[in-house]
């Protein structure tokens, strides 16, 4: 007995030019959501803006790891001496 094999369909590689991926970094950074929801209303994934801020994005200024704090989600139970 002969088994067909499946084919999967072909899909093509979308491309964008610089324009789109600048406008759609910068929606998504003044816009206030976060990556993920800005890349499904424009039907991408999140690692995709990602990438595109590396490249298109602000000049991020650059720090050790070591010299970075986040962020306190709760601000009044961290206070103002609380280090990370």
Same mark, same amino acid.
């Given at each position: 007995?002969? %088994?067909?094999?499946?084919?999967?369909?072909?899909?093509?590689? /979308? %491309?964008?030019? =610089?324009?789109?991926?600048?406008?759609?970094? +910068? +929606? @998504?950074?003044?816009?206030? %959501?976060?990556?993920?929801?800005?890349? $499904? =209303?424009?039907?991408? %994934?999140? +690692? /995709?803006?990602?990438? @595109?801020?590396? &490249?298109? &994005?602000?000049? /991020?200024?650059?720090?050790?790891?070591?010299s970075w704090k986040a962020?306190?989600a709760r601000t009044a139970?961290?206070? $103002?001496?609380?280090?990370?």
């Amino acid at each position: 007995m002969i %088994k067909t094999l499946k084919q999967s369909p072909v899909t093509t590689r /979308r %491309k964008f030019d =610089e324009t789109f991926k600048r406008e759609a970094v +910068n +929606n @998504w950074l003044t816009s206030g %959501k976060s990556a993920a929801v800005v890349a $499904s =209303e424009l039907g991408l %994934k999140a +690692n /995709r803006l990602y990438a @595109w801020w590396k &490249g298109f &994005g602000p000049a /991020r200024r650059r720090t050790s790891r070591r010299s970075w704090k986040a962020p306190c989600a709760r601000t009044a139970l961290c206070g $103002s001496s609380a280090t990370f």
